[in-house]
T-cell receptor, first 115, second 116 residues
Framework: GAVVSQHPSRVICKSGTSVKIECRSL??????MFWYRQFPKQSLMLMAT?????????EQGVEKDKFLINHASLTLSTLTVTSAHPEDSSFYIC???????????FGSGTRLTVV | AQKVTQAQTEISVVEKEDVTLDCVYE???????LFWYKQPPSGELVFLIR??????QNEISGRYSWNFQKSTSSFNFTITASQVVDSAVYFC?????????????FGQGTELSVKP
């Protein structure tokens, strides 16, 4: 079946630094990647949608200059949290969709803690 | 606009009890897709089922069953003879375009706790 590898699974960073999260589709081409954020005891909130080779479409209220999304290839998408602050501490999870009938394949998530 | 409502925030049952998780959705589109996902404490999302709006047949998979009723815009999930390993957060979700480009809209989730 389809697999999306997400790294790192956990990261702790200092306030003001940037963190990059990677999602790779291992056995299919991910033409669309969705990035979600989940705070404790809350649902998954879509941050942005990116199509390979195009600029990401951000949901209302999500700062595009803070959450940089790159989807330059059909197998790799990255989310960079720039100048991270404690309020950015959250669980970030990606979901890939491709041409095959795999539906939405989720990565295993990244737990970001900003100290 | 589309919306998914899971009114039950938390449910606690004793092992072997049956439990039903409710899901009500809103959309004006006639073509849509409904999903259930399980999120254990580790955080990953486990796909359970997908249904399209034209298939109202109920489905059973082992101890899991789903009841899709368009008349009430509901897609409820029942676990029969619950087990401790069923403890997790369960999400119902809706998409208008399956696969390509269609974002998933999640309900608030229901945290199920199954006690021995």
């Amino acid at each position: 079946g389809a697999v999306v590898s997400q790294h790192p699974s956990r990261v702790i960073c200092k306030s003001g630094t940037s963190v990059k999260i990677e999602c790779r589709s291992l056995d299919f081409q991910a033409t669309t990647m969705f990035w979600y954020r989940q705070f404790p005891k809350q649902s998954l909130m879509l941050m942005a949608t990116s199509n390979e080779g195009s600029k990401a479409t951000y949901e209302q209220g999500v700062e595009k200059d803070k959450f940089l999304i790159n989807h330059a290839s059909l197998t790799l998408s990255t989310l960079t949290v720039t100048s991270a602050h404690p309020e950015d501490s959250s669980f970030y999870i990606c979901s890939a969709a491709g041409w095959a009938d795999y539906g939405y394949t989720f990565g295993s998530g990244t737990r970001l803690t900003v100290v | 606009a589309q919306k998914v409502t899971q009114a039950q925030t938390e449910i606690s049952v004793v092992e072997k009890e049956d439990v039903t998780l409710d899901c009500v959705y809103e959309t004006r589109d006639t073509t849509y897709y409904l999903f259930w996902y399980k999120q254990p404490p580790s955080g990953e999302l486990v796909f359970l089922i997908r249904r399209n709006s034209f298939d109202e047949q109920n489905e059973i998979s082992g101890r899991y069953s789903w009841n899709f009723q368009k008349s009430t815009s509901s897609f409820n999930f029942t676990i029969t003879a619950s087990q401790v390993v069923d403890s997790a957060v369960y999400f119902c979700a809706l998409s208008l375009i399956y696969n390509q480009g269609g974002k998933l809209i999640f309900g608030q989730g229901t945290e199920l706790s199954v006690k021995p």
